[in-house]
């Protein structure tokens, strides 16, 4: 169980820090890009590495984390009918 | 609980804060939008580091060897070491019947009497599977997918899992069993006889399953199961 959280950790360090460079790179300035890609980063890792499903607050983590994604699709959605 | 990864989610999150506020002090929003990302970072790892490391891993271990130990003495005691050991379903709960009388439905938690015979019932509750629903059917794929989920990606417990399906005969083979857990498969309460057998019952919402033979491997165990006596 231990690898797995350190092997999580790292390739969501990762995924984060090569995702923000880009966007950083690209001149992205809308904030929602960088909380929606951190958090497939994190879906990513944590289907590649299965750190834990187990513990409840894992499982509201994710929970909270796919609502914010939902969230924030449904606002760009949103965006794009209203235009 | 990590304390270092602890430590470094909230390092995370103290510097997302300040690029933050140099970012709207500045007026840059990609700088708003890394410290955000810098945050949901620090976030999760502030949550992971909750989950027990190995040392408190130790401590279950040990007591769970305490808790065994004492269940084998009340069978040893009760004569029923050699006994049949079934999953029974009583309304809404599963109890894990030690009797010399296959599946006996007239028992209560605890320590009893039934059809001539004492019999131990111990309530199980299977970990994570108000995830999935009591189909009651014998689908062989579903069934050994909820298995292998259970068993092996969530609760670690063995490296490979199959299923057979023989009408109402169940074969289940575990193989790559970890360390600790093979040596409590020794006892007579065997985690993985118990936890395949609970499983079972619940998705396929048997009245009960008897365990038939359990077969010890060089790498593993097989567990053969049948579905549906109940002992009048």
Redesign the interface.
Known sequence: ??SR?VL??LM??SL?VI??IT??FL?????D???S???LA?YVSHALS??????K??RI?NIA?FVLFAVIVAYRVYEVFIS | M?PQ?FIFGLNIIVISLFLALYGLMSGV??L???A???G??G???I??S??P??PT?TALVNYSKILLESTTSIIEDLDLLDSNLCIVRKGNELLAVYSKIPCPIQVDPGVGFTGGSPYLAIPIEI??VEGFEATGTVDQATLERMLRTIIV????MARELGLTITGNTYHVYIHGLIEVLKDYSKYPVDPYVIVTAAIIAYTTSASSIRVVEKTTTPDGVVIALRAGEIAE
Do not use: A
């Open positions: 169980m231990q959280i999580f950790t969501f360090t984060v995702s923000n966007l950083v001149n992205e300035s809308r904030i890009v960088y909380i890609l951190s958090i994190y299965r750190p834990s499903t187990t513990y607050p894992v983590l984390l | 990590t990864l929003n990609s708003i939008g890394v955000s990302s810098l949901v970072l976030g999760v790892f949550v992971y909750r989950i490391r190995d891993i970990p994570l990606d969530e609760l670690g």
